[in-house]
């Protein structure tokens, strides 16, 4: 089976197993388990932040920062397809109790002009803006690399209004990687930024969440509160390690991309524009069958792929899947739609 719908399916290698194994520990709640705690030194200090955060998921790493850059009854600026808004359960209402502004911005960032726009200073009938929250790379609009100065204006539009920004970078290295820029060029323009462990870097567990030492210190409650204080977990932190020197890789896995972004392209019935990143959209209305459909037929051929759109599904390419993998997904996903 080539699974292709996500790089969260990456499974820990060897080297990862070994480190779990012979992972030095202790309880992480008293902040005592000595590789989470150089876990989160390396994972600020990679981003040029002052502290980081390890935590289970990056859902809850998204949610608690949320929580922890508003108030009550504030409004939140998002890009309307970002996975904050559509992914995750309406996590901002349920645990920040705030509301979402959505923009359509242009490759999902909101321009400087959006934000001034979509900024809401407190009076007595309007609750004020409290967090502009950005995402790179983009998932739902194709796993797009959000050129730095695009992250530069808005942010700056929002600093401007004393809104905090919030990046979404969960996928932040392809970004980097893509665009060959380091990644503080796109984590200094925000106040918090949350990567993982568990997609393309490799990890079976785990995101950081970075931000200034006070920041991080609330946040290191909100997370106690949403139940994610953990006690040895060194066993999952010292694969996260790991994982932080996975970062070169992930060029192969955009050239995979390519690859077979070109290779279904060519399939007929199917368009699939050229990837900025791992994430592979194709189009599947030519082939006259509803998504559902091709995912079926694809997956009778030991291809797995996920609904992404209307007409469309999603590819991820990840370290588990070779160059030969992807050879072979093309060709098994022609022989579905023959
Ligand atoms: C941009 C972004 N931010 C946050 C998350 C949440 O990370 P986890 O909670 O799954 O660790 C994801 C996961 N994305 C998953 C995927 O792409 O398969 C699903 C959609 O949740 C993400 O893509």
Not at 56 to 84: C, F, K, Y
Request: proline share 3%; net charge negative; charged share 30%.
């Amino acid at each position: 089976m080539i699974d292709l719908r996500s790089d969260t399916v990456t499974k820990p290698d060897d080297a990862m197993r070994d480190a779990a194994r012979e992972a030095d520990v202790g309880d992480d709640v008293y902040g005592e388990d000595p590789t989470v705690n150089e876990l989160e030194e390396r994972a600020a200090d990679l981003v040029g932040k002052e502290a980081a955060l390890y935590v289970p998921t990056g859902t809850m790493g998204n949610q608690i920062a949320v929580r922890e850059h508003t108030e009550r009854g504030q409004e939140v600026l998002a890009d309307r397809e970002s996975h904050v808004v559509k992914w995750e359960l309406g996590g901002m209402a349920q645990h920040a109790a705030v509301q979402v502004r959505m923009v359509d911005g242009e490759r999902g960032v909101p321009s400087a002009d959006q934000v001034e726009a979509g900024y809401v200073a407190e009076d007595l009938h309007r609750p004020e803006t409290g967090l502009l929250c950005l995402e790179n790379t983009h998932n739902a609009r194709g796993g797009l690399a959000i050129e730095p100065a695009r992250i530069a204006e808005a942010a700056s539009a929002a600093r401007e209004r004393d809104v905090a920004v919030h990046l979404d970078g969960a996928r932040v290295f392809n970004a980097a990687t893509a665009l060959d820029v380091d990644v503080t060029d796109v984590t200094r323009h925000v106040d918090s930024v949350m990567f993982c462990l568990s997609k393309g870097l490799g990890a079976p567990v785990g995101s950081m969440l970075a931000g200034d030492a006070d920041f991080v210190e609330r946040a290191r409650r909100t997370r106690k509160l949403f139940g994610g204080g953990m006690r040895q977990a060194g066993i999952i932190a010292d694969p996260g390690l790991q994982a932080l020197e996975n970062v070169d890789d992930l060029e192969a896995d955009h050239e995979n991309a390519r690859l077979l972004a070109s290779g279904l392209d060519d399939v007929a019935g199917l368009s699939a524009p050229e990837p900025e990143t791992n994430i592979v959209v194709v189009d599947v209305a030519g082939t006259g069958l509803d998504v559902e459909s091709v995912l079926e037929r694809l997956r009778e051929h030991d291809v797995l792929a996920t609904a992404f759109g209307p007409t469309t599904i999603r590819c991820c390419t990840h370290r588990d899947v070779s160059r030969e993998d992807v050879e072979r997904a093309v060709e098994q996903v022609a022989g579905a739609l023959v």
